[in-house]
């Protein structure tokens, strides 16, 4: 028996596979131009990644606005003891780094400082949080029909543990894949198979960008929003179709499906910038919204320096 299955509408997450927001400099009206930086780290990173621009003055006489790009700063790193530098990537238009010359360990604080080509300085600190392992995947499933068809559709949440006697701040997202092609060798041998990927759509994600903040349920056990997965579908002519959909599942319509989740504990700084900007952007061009001040911990700048620590779990679907 055929069965044939569509992705719903899914929203890009950025968070899931970085967990960072920047907000565009031209949005940072501020009465000078100052120093913008925004870099995110994590026990978890590989490479290192700094992005440092230029806030555009609410007032410029400049008959020429210069790039809000900054190629040409020195950025450093410290944990105390040890301290590195980055270097420039002109194709990213970012600063990066080697994770491996200064690992990012839990509960260390960094220092960020960037300094500009005309001398101006500004620093950043950040204090790496504990990681919060997931306790729990769950993979429910409805069955409806329409005129021509059955359908089956999956959904996913899931649950972890928050530690006692401290405030804790979190962003989750996920992603489905499956392998949807083959790439043979020249003598017609399979070498190895293209996943497809789709970020999970978490029904929170345009509303609270999948933040959760712990101070009202401390020491409790939190849970995700749910996510649609994927819909299978039968259609109504084959032979014991309305049979036949009871038993669909994601793994034997899709070879290799899988669900990898992923949670952040954040420190505060990084849940107070990334909602203030979501608040920013949801506020958009219109006049009659509040302004929202975007918050910043870099001192004699703007932007944002914080760390996370990730924890993820891969599903293989059956």
Same mark, same amino acid.
């Given at each position: 028996?055929?069965?044939? !299955?569509?992705?719903?509408?899914?929203?890009?997450?950025?968070?899931?596979?970085?967990?960072?927001?920047?907000?565009?400099?031209?949005?940072?009206?501020?009465?000078?131009?100052?120093?913008?930086?925004?870099?995110?780290?994590?026990?978890?990173?590989?490479?290192?990644?700094?992005?440092?621009?230029?806030?555009?003055?609410?007032?410029?006489?400049?008959?020429?606005? %210069?790039?809000?790009?900054?190629?040409?700063?020195?950025? =450093?790193? /410290? &944990?105390?003891?040890?301290?590195?530098?980055?270097?420039?990537?002109?194709?990213?238009?970012?600063?990066?780094?080697?994770?491996?010359?200064?690992?990012?360990?839990?509960?260390?604080?960094?220092?960020?400082?960037?300094?500009?080509?005309?001398?101006?300085?500004?620093?950043?600190?950040?204090?790496?949080?504990?990681?919060?392992?997931? =306790?729990?995947?769950?993979? &429910?499933?409805?069955?409806?029909?329409?005129?021509?068809?059955?359908?089956? =559709? !999956?959904?996913?949440? !899931?649950?972890?543990?928050?530690?006692?006697?401290?405030?804790?701040?979190?962003?989750?997202?996920?992603?489905?894949?499956?392998?949807?092609?083959?790439? %043979?060798?020249?003598?017609?041998?399979?070498?190895?198979?293209?996943?497809?990927?789709?970020?999970?759509?978490?029904?929170?994600?345009?509303?609270?960008?999948?933040?959760?903040?712990?101070?009202?349920?401390?020491?409790?056990?939190?849970?995700?929003? /749910?996510? &649609?997965?994927?819909?299978?579908?039968?259609?109504?002519?084959?032979?014991?179709?309305?049979?036949?959909?009871?038993?669909? /599942?994601?793994?034997?319509?899709? %070879?290799?499906?899988?669900?990898?989740?992923?949670?952040?504990?954040?420190?505060?700084?990084?849940?107070?910038?990334? /909602?203030?900007?979501?608040?920013?952007?949801?506020?958009?061009?219109?006049?009659?919204?509040?302004?929202?001040?975007?918050?910043?911990?870099?001192?004699?700048?703007?932007?944002?320096?914080?760390?996370?620590?990730?924890?993820?779990?891969?599903?293989?679907?059956?």
């Amino acid at each position: 028996m055929k069965s044939l !299955f569509y992705l719903l509408p899914v929203l890009l997450i950025t968070a899931c596979t970085n967990l960072k927001t920047e907000v565009n400099p031209s949005m940072l009206n501020d009465q000078s131009e100052k120093i913008v930086v925004n870099s995110y780290i994590s026990p978890q990173d590989t490479l290192l990644k700094v992005k440092v621009s230029r806030s555009k003055p609410a007032v410029s006489g400049a008959a020429v606005v %210069p790039p809000f790009n900054v190629n040409n700063a020195t950025v =450093s790193l /410290s &944990d105390g003891s040890r301290s590195i530098l980055f270097t420039y990537n002109n194709t990213a238009e970012y600063y990066q780094a080697k994770a491996t010359l200064l690992p990012i360990q839990t509960g260390k604080t960094y220092t960020l400082t960037v300094t500009s080509a005309d001398g101006k300085q500004v620093t950043a600190q950040s204090t790496v949080p504990n990681q919060v392992p997931i =306790s729990s995947i769950s993979l &429910d499933s409805t069955i409806s029909s329409t005129s021509t068809e059955w359908q089956k =559709s !999956f959904r996913v949440h !899931f649950t972890w543990q928050d530690p006692t006697a401290e405030t804790n701040y979190y962003m989750y997202c996920g992603y489905f894949a499956w392998n949807s092609k083959i790439a %043979p060798t020249a003598n017609g041998k399979v070498k190895s198979t293209v996943p497809a990927v789709a970020p999970l759509p978490f029904i929170t994600q345009a509303t609270t960008d999948n933040l959760i903040c712990d101070n009202l349920q401390q020491g409790g056990a939190l849970s995700t929003q /749910s996510a &649609d997965v994927v819909t299978l579908t039968i259609n109504k002519q084959e032979a014991n179709a309305a049979e036949a959909i009871k038993h669909l /599942s994601v793994g034997k319509s899709l %070879p290799g499906a899988r669900l990898t989740l992923r949670l952040a504990n954040t420190d505060a700084f990084f849940y107070t910038y990334t /909602s203030a900007v979501l608040r920013q952007k949801q506020a958009g061009t219109n006049p009659f919204a509040e302004p929202v001040p975007i918050p910043t911990n870099v001192k004699g700048g703007l932007g944002c320096f914080a760390a996370y620590n990730r924890t993820e779990k891969v599903l293989l679907l059956k």
